[in-house]
């Protein structure tokens, strides 16, 4: 039990009272909120959310903070005192579950008692720093749905750990539209998470881009030619293809990055990309579909092909530099080979280090135990291993996904935590299968700033090694940031919204 504060006489509470309304007042103006100036009682509404931070009506000690629709009832009004405390109801503060300082420890409230657990900074970055563990005051999981839990957990700077003020009820906000014709980069970018490498065979994925999209090269002549977007943010121009390949075999050679940084896809052995022979282009003409109601092409890989780029110094992310992904891949062209990946990794391409690498996995293979299922899963490769889901080999939350279009994402903050997510890319909202800590050893990340497609990140080895996989990819991109969820959700609806057939 934590015990009770003793209760100030009648004199002295009007003093403090005093001093505490001034306090309140400076305050608010030296903070970027928008706090009252007339009352120090205020709702605190979750910037990535639209949503009060809320406890049960019955207050209890122990009571969970949650985020909840705001209502300006009294179990949302939180008053900052000149003791650093969170209170609410006058007696109750704003409480870290045990004095904890762990990453996920939870926010209650408790009888105030002048104790470190019950101490909070506010930052000028709207975030709230708990004194006594120095973490943010988090949603957890990223999470804007009523009832999801606060917690403590290392700062980031997501949306998810900024904190606003407002004088009453604040309605919960409806996500900013997109303006027509907008593409998952450009959805990336309006969410502050911009991209720094976007590909695709078929499709643009800014609402503006109308150049090249991928290369091909055809066996009768060796002469190769840029399939290109029939019209800015538009789909392959496919028929530009089939003209070229009539009669012969075709192979792509690279696949171009969108975002203008020159992050562009070259099959490891080409002569832009210096590398082993054992690396050979995919064929072109494998499996085509239907998306945007035209007819394109996928980069259909098997052992043997893969595609790299060196990125560091292009904008990808390294070192702990916090960054995120995705790609559009398919669950019924896959198998356990080493290993089906997209994102970040070695420029070495050598398996140096735990947190080397930070990329996507789509495969049937399991390293560790306890993927649900017989696969295949959206798993994180971050080098000496695929993990399901943080240190464990048991993650209840993963699932397999076989279906022939699927979206799988990617985020890292580089530093304490990851999460993984994934869905049918034809219908149905993204599915999160992991948001946590990092594996042991991998905090912080030590990424290097290569993109890989196709391979793991030592390919390619006179065996094969790293280089056995089958996979399928359409479209994908890294962004730099920690994108939220509501920007991944956009992403997800643009997908669907595309119609891969």
């Known amino acids: 039990m934590q015990p009770s504060s003793v209760p100030l006489s009648g004199s002295r509470a009007a003093v403090v009272a005093a001093v505490v309304a001034a306090l309140a007042m400076l305050l608010a103006a030296a903070l970027t909120w928008s706090a009252p100036a007339s009352a120090a009682t205020t709702p605190l509404v979750g910037v990535g959310s639209g949503r009060c931070l809320d406890v049960s009506a019955s207050q209890t ?134 991209c720094v490498a976007a590909h695709s065979t078929t499709r643009a994925l800014y609402g503006s881009y109308s150049g090249n999209l991928y290369q091909v090269r055809r066996s009768s002549d060796n002469t190769t030619r840029n399939i290109g977007a029939l019209s800015a943010g538009g789909v392959a121009d496919a028929a530009a293809q089939d003209s070229f390949c009539t009669g012969t075999t075709c192979v792509m050679t690279v696949v171009y990055d969108q975002s203008g940084r020159g992050n562009d896809l070259w099959y490891q052995g080409s002569s832009v990309v210096p590398g082993s022979p054992q690396s050979r282009p995919a064929i072109a003409t494998t499996e085509s ?17 893969s595609y790299w780029r060196d990125g560091h110094l292009t904008g990808v992310p390294t070192g702990t530099a916090p960054e995120g992904m995705y790609m559009v891949t398919s669950g019924t062209h896959v198998n356990g080979g080493c290993c089906f990946d997209y994102g970040n990794s070695e420029t070495t391409r050598k398996a140096d ?90 905090n912080p990340m030590k990424k290097q700033g290569a993109i890989i497609l196709g391979s793991g990140g030592d390919c390619c080895k006179p065996d094969g090694g790293a280089n056995l996989s089958a996979g399928t990819f359409y479209e994908g991109a890294m962004v730099a940031g920690y994108p939220t969820d509501a920007t991944e959700n956009a992403v997800q609806a643009d997908i669907i919204a595309a119609g891969y057939r």
């Open 61 to 194: 000690n122990g009571a969970q903070t949650q985020i909840w629709d705001c209502n300006g009832q009294a179990n949302q009004q939180w008053t900052a005192t000149s003791s650093d405390e969170l209170r609410i109801s006058g007696t109750k503060c704003l409480d870290v579950y045990g004095a904890g300082t762990a990453d996920g420890t939870s926010v209650i409230i408790w009888d105030c008692n002048g104790q470190n657990n019950q101490k909070w900074r506010l930052n000028a970055d709207g975030s709230i720093t708990a004194v006594g563990a120095n973490k943010c005051l988090d949603v957890s999981g990223a999470g804007t749905a009523n009832g999801t839990k606060t917690q403590i957990w290392t700062c980031h700077g997501g949306t998810n750990q900024k904190w606003t003020t407002g004088a009453g009820p604040t309605p919960t906000p409806t996500p900013t539209p997109q303006p027509p014709g907008a593409r998952p980069c450009d959805i990336y970018a309006s969410g502050g998470t911009p």
């Open 289 to 305: 579909l239907t998306v945007g109601g035209g007819k394109a092409y996928s980069l259909y890989i098997n052992p043997g092909n």
């Open 353 to 442: 280090a735990a947190g080397a690498m930070d990329a996507i996995n789509f495969s049937t293979q399991c390293w560790f135990g306890g993927c649900q299922g017989r696969g295949p899963w959206v798993q994180a490769d971050l080098e000496w291993g695929l993990y399901p889901g943080g240190s464990q080999s048991w993650n209840p939350n993963q699932r397999a996904f076989p279906h022939k279009f699927v979206t799988a994402t990617l985020k890292n903050n580089g530093t304490s935590r990851f999460a993984m997510k994934g869905s049918n890319a034809q219908s149905g909202s993204l599915y999160t299968l992991y948001d946590g800590s990092l594996p042991n050893g991998y």
